[in-house]
């Protein structure tokens, strides 16, 4: 576990590269894009949500809901006030999605709503 989600990491880390991430993300006040990704890698296989399928299968669909959190959330909208946007942005962003939206729609929901308690 991250043992401190908060705290950003140092400018020139290659946490991102480690977990797949794109190192131009923002950070936001709960801390970076790639602590994100570290946290639901490790996190995944325990979510109720994940029935077996990989973490690869699920990442676009955590990464929708932290990135949109950062976009929609920060302005005082809540998931469900977006969530036809971050479905779209889901189906449409980064090719076709491994997953249909209404399975993974839980894990989205968890990303966005993780975000929003550290943000507090």
């Known amino acids: ?7 950003p990491l140092p400018e020139g880390n290659d946490i991102g590269k ?3 991430g794109n190192m131009a993300t ?3 006040k709960s801390g970076s894009h790639a602590e994100d990704e570290a946290y639901w890698r490790e996190n995944h296989p325990a979510q109720n949500f994940a029935s077996g399928a990989s973490y690869e299968d ?3 669909a955590y990464r929708t ?4 959190y950062h ?3 920060a302005e005082g909208k809540s998931f469900e006030e977006t969530e036809t946007k971050l479905r779209e942005r889901y189906e449409t962003e980064d090719g076709s999605p491994k997953l249909p939206w209404t399975t993974v729609r839980p894990a989205t929901h968890a990303a966005w709503h993780r975000k929003a308690g550290l943000a507090k």
């Open 26 to 28: 923002a950070t936001s």
């Open 18 to 20: 480690l977990v797949g």
């Open 1 to 7: 576990m991250i043992s401190d989600p908060v705290k």
């Open 65 to 68: 809901g932290y990135e949109g």
């Open 58 to 60: 699920f990442h676009h």
């Open 71 to 73: 976009e929609f959330g």
